[in-house]
């Protein structure tokens, strides 16, 4: 970071290997102690249920690709799976996920940590590819200072060890744009090739990684604007036409070899279904999200049907304590402002004074091309962002990680200034101490601009900070004090009763409140504390009340034996 580059060659590879083995144990680490956050039955069941039967009918919305590779582990580990349930026969996602879990309580922490073991794995690979394609378009240097803002970055840290498709998408968006790169480099069959089957592998992960198609698109045009040789239009619009269709059978394939294997026929594509993709009417939308069962055309189609409904009609949100379904300031700038460690936050604002001094200086033109390849796609996909109506979480930005840590280690060990040395090192070691300050408890980190995690659900909530993800580390709470009446209020999917805690509700309102029996210690779920999906005036009463504990952040302790409520 502040090294020569022989030092910084040198180093390369033992502070590469020291980052992602400390990337990788804090994940361990967190994995074992966490419960499953509320998507995960849902996306493993349905994973598995695709290895075993070639049916896609389960978790449409999303494409299959992090979910059979997330459950390829369990294959190993051959758990029960309810194919004679009604969930299974109406297409019921979520109670097929529940009864799965449900069917292997007894292994149920195995076969989570197994599978959580594949995302760790993914989330690694993402950091090595940072490291390996910085080194070779930056410096050595740039490298070590990308992957410390991706290795001690809490998001990255959170998310990376569920089994979601949020670091998958944002691994294989990454490896495409670059292998895109490298074509415009260097043209060739050979590297279209490898860039088409990467953009196939995202569009199969996740079908917010269409916005690589622009982003393909306005590279080559930039390239092509510099004068790359063996570039033009035709070849342009040749490149991105094969690019796509390669990219269209391997979302195919992805779908069609299991499918083949177990002698599943896949729909087709109809008239019917074009017209819904084209309709947007907020209605008829949320009518066709509410009939949705067994997929009538290809599960591809009809997955992007549902996602593109559930855009049209938007997802309750709650930010800043207001509750809706829009609202274009939601991940920029508040989600993006709160929930970055400071320290990386004061490294993009360095970052962006450099850069805009050196473009006052330079001509564009002659701007070297790795510098577009990571402002290009960041770009592209925040414009995006700003205009979704999903506002659900931080974990939906993760795709733009990559290429704003590269950006920023990229112009802050390029360009010199004074104390470089010194500022670099201070903020590295804030940023440490920042991530290292929330661990295991990454999911709930804001940061201490924000006035830290404690002061989170008042800014944000849902997967921000509360995924149902403490369930475990409550009932080990309530083990270490000897508590054993409790009044518990649990968001998630966590079966809590098989972890020995049990109890009524705390009453939602105060008038409630005051007639009923609460000598108690209460335990309530910051989405429902703060309510974060309903009417903010209930448990009104409970926040009025300073928490006796917070257990990750996601769950407050109120020990209603020692006061009454108090009067409001």
């Known amino acids: 970071m502040g090294l020569d580059k022989q030092g910084a060659r040198r180093l390369f590879w033992p502070a590469t290997a020291a980052l992602l083995a ?32 070639g049916d896609f009918r389960m978790n449409a919305e999303h494409p299959p690709l992090a979910k059979i590779l997330a459950a390829i582990p369990l294959l190993a580990l051959h758990p029960s799976l309810p194919l004679d349930s009604t969930f299974w026969t109406k297409a019921d996602e979520y109670g097929f996920g529940m009864r799965f879990f449900d069917q292997n309580s007894r292994s149920l922490d195995t076969l989570l940590f197994t599978a959580r073991l594949m995302s760790i794995f993914l ?48 691994l294989f968006c990454f490896l495409a744009v670059t292998a895109w790169c490298a074509f415009l480099t260097r043209p060739g069959l050979r590297r ?87 309709d947007r009417n907020q209605t008829r939308a949320m009518a ?58 004061a490294l993009l604002l360095l970052a962006g004074l450099l850069l805009l001094r050196g473009i006052w200086r330079a001509r564009i033109r002659a701007v070297a091309f790795p510098w577009f390849a990571v402002c290009v796609p960041a770009a592209i996909y925040a414009a995006f962002s700003l ?33 470089r040395k010194l500022v670099l090192a201070m903020l590295v070691a804030g940023l440490v101490a920042e991530s290292v300050s929330i661990c295991p408890h990454y999911l709930a980190f804001f940061n201490v601009l924000a006035g830290g995690p404690a002061n989170g659900p008042a800014i944000l909530a849902d997967s921000n900070i509360d995924w149902g993800q403490d369930a475990k580390n409550l009932a080990a709470w309530l083990n270490t004090h000897h508590i054993s009446q409790v009044c518990l209020d649990y968001f998630g999917t966590a079966d809590i009763g098989r972890l020995g805690v049990r ?33 903010p005036r209930q448990h009104a009463w ?9 257990i990750g952040y996601s769950i407050y302790i109120y020990d209603l034996r020692l006061a009454p409520p108090p009067t409001l």
């Open 192 to 278: 279209l090739a490898f860039a088409g089957v990467l953009l196939g592998l995202a569009v199969a992960t996740k079908f917010s990684a269409l916005f690589l198609l622009p982003v393909l698109a306005i590279l080559y045009a930039i390239r092509w604007w510099q004068r790359q040789k063996g570039l033009s239009l035709l070849h342009g619009i040749g490149s991105m036409l094969a690019a796509t269709a390669l990219s269209a059978v391997v979302v195919c394939l992805v779908y069609g070899a299991l499918a083949w294997s177990h002698g599943v026929r896949l729909g087709g594509i109809d008239a019917r279904v074009c017209h819904d993709l084209l």
């Open 542 to 550: 409970l926040r009025a009340l300073h928490p006796t504990a917070r």
């Open 288 to 345: 066709r999200l509410v009939s949705r069962g067994i997929p009538r055309v290809h599960p591809f189609l009809e997955g992007l049907l549902i996602y593109v409904d559930h855009d049209t009609y938007g997802h309750p949100s709650y930010l800043l304590g207001m509750h809706g379904t829009e609202g274009w300031w939601y991940y920029f700038p508040v989600a993006f402002a709160v929930k970055t460690p400071a320290a990386t936050l």
């Open 22 to 53: 400390y990337l990788c144990a804090v994940q361990l680490f967190a994995a074992w102690r966490e419960s499953n956050i509320g998507d995960e039955p849902v996306e493993l069941a349905a994973g598995y249920s695709y290895l075993k039967t």
């Open 503 to 535: 109890g009524p509700s705390l009453p939602a309102t105060w008038e409630t409140g005051r007639r009923a029996s609460l000598d108690c210690v209460g335990a309530i779920s910051t989405n429902i504390l703060y309510d974060s999906f309903g009417n």
């Open 123 to 170: 989330t690694a690979c993402l950091g090595l590819a940072i490291a390996l394609w910085t080194r070779c378009a930056f410096s050595p240097g740039a490298a070590i200072l990308a992957l410390t803002l991706y290795a001690f970055d809490p998001t990255v840290t959170a998310h990376g060890h569920y089994v979601k498709n949020d670091v998958p998408v944002t």
């Open 387 to 419: 205009r979704s109506h999903l506002d659900m979480g931080i974990r939906h930005l993760l795709p733009i990680w990559p290429f704003i840590f590269i950006l920023a280690a990229g112009a802050v060990t390029r360009v010199r200034f004074r104390h």
